[in-house]
């Protein structure tokens, strides 16, 4: 599955009264979410949540969703319970939380005898160490065709410096935009998508919609959400505009000369090609800029 069409991947508690409704698409252009049952979830409500989630699945197998549908178990006992409860095939996958070079691989051993899709996310201390990073990525190698994408737990890999997101700057003003870099710079050239960190401070649009920028300046082209609010913003700046739409359709041209100019910029096929073809993808998930709808979302 093509990471792209995940786009903002909204996540939300499976106690929610409100996600079987999201599932059936109450929030307008959401692709995909994710029912947490790890940390939006105090342990004295543990049974409520997967009473919940049980009630979302009978729901699913009798009217499958358009939605992707996955679901982050708490601890690998809780994703065994999981694979055994009815229509659990109804669902897209699975978020791995806090997977390290040790638990991975007991993790992925969980999950052979199933199809589901997976999405280990990194929020421990090997977020910074490269070389963890890489021994991760080697242990994913052989399952590529199942992960999604690898996420990025932003919030978690601050708690371990104690320290949380300002509201006022984006991820890549702090050390976390460092970590950010190693996670893409592990991954995605080894043809895995990662998925950029959740910016938890919903009532500030602006700083969302710079972080995306710089999102998709880093090749991350999906986000985790955490309110439905964040999914439009998201959407709207995964949109090419139509000049870059230009230089990408002509990059990818058969007749493209070796090296060319276009809108003041050198474009170069056998360098430039892979954005080209992430432009595509971007405007085939979310659609072309509307410079209308942009100054709307600002005002609003």
Request: some cysteine.
């Amino acid at each position: 599955m093509n990471a792209v069409e995940l786009g903002a991947t909204l996540y939300v508690p499976a106690i929610n009264t409100a996600a079987l409704a999201m599932a059936y698409g109450s929030i307008n252009d959401l692709r995909s979410m994710v029912v947490c049952l790890e940390d939006a979830i105090r342990d004295d409500e543990v049974p409520h949540a997967i009473t919940s989630l049980s009630n979302l699945l009978a729901s699913l197998a009798k009217n499958p969703s358009q939605l992707k549908v996955y679901v982050r178990p708490r601890n690998l006992q809780m994703l065994n319970h999981l694979l055994q409860m009815p229509n659990i095939e109804h669902v897209e996958g699975f978020v791995l939380p806090k997977v390290t070079t040790q638990s991975l691989p007991v993790w992925l051993t969980a999950l052979m005898q199933s199809e589901h899709r997976i999405m280990p996310t990194i929020e421990g201390e090997d977020a910074f160490d490269c070389a963890a990073l890489a021994r991760l990525c080697d242990q994913l190698k052989p399952y590529s065709e199942r992960v999604s994408a690898v996420r990025i737990g932003g919030n978690d890999i601050l708690a371990l410096l104690g320290i949380r997101r300002s509201r006022y700057r984006t991820a890549y003003d702090g050390i976390l935009g460092n970590v950010i870099r190693d996670i893409a710079g592990t991954f995605i050239p080894n043809g895995f998508s990662v998925a950029a960190p959740v910016f938890e401070h919903f009532s500030v649009p602006d700083v969302l919609r710079a972080e995306v920028e710089q999102d998709i300046e880093h090749g991350l082209l999906t986000k985790t959400a955490i309110h439905p609010d964040q999914i439009s913003i998201i959407h709207s700046v995964y949109r090419p505009s139509v000049h870059e739409m230009t230089e990408a359709r002509a990059i990818l041209s058969q007749e493209a000369p070796a090296v060319f100019g276009a809108n003041g910029s050198m474009c170069e096929p056998a360098t430039h090609a892979p954005w080209a073809g992430q432009v595509i993808k971007r405007a085939q998930a979310h659609g072309v800029f509307d410079p209308e709808e942009q100054a709307g979302l600002r005002v609003a």
